[in-house]
């Protein structure tokens, strides 16, 4: 399946969020998703499905000033 993850097209074999921000990062706080423009809350991750062609953005947080 292809998703498109922060403005790159990647082919994913994961169906839910979850298992996707488990690829992409290794971070366990500080992570946010949306999926098609919506906040996907943490405790959807696991039951949020991802499809053909949907745009996710994933965003961790920084340290720093």
Same mark, same amino acid.
């Given at each position: 399946?292809?998703?498109?993850?922060?403005?790159?097209t990647?082919?994913?074999?994961?169906?839910?969020?979850?298992g996707?921000?488990? &690829?992409?990062?290794?971070?366990r706080?500080?992570?946010?998703?949306?999926?098609?423009g919506?906040?996907?809350?943490?405790?959807?991750?696991?039951?949020? &499905?991802?499809?053909?062609?949907?745009?996710?953005?994933?965003?961790?947080?920084? &340290?720093?000033?």
């Amino acid at each position: 399946m292809k998703v498109i993850v922060n403005g790159a097209t990647r082919d994913v074999d994961v169906v839910s969020v979850e298992g996707l921000v488990e &690829q992409l990062t290794t971070a366990r706080r500080g992570v946010a998703v949306a999926v098609n423009g919506e906040v996907v809350p943490r405790s959807s991750w696991p039951a949020a &499905q991802l499809r053909d062609g949907d745009r996710v953005e994933v965003l961790t947080a920084a &340290q720093g000033g």
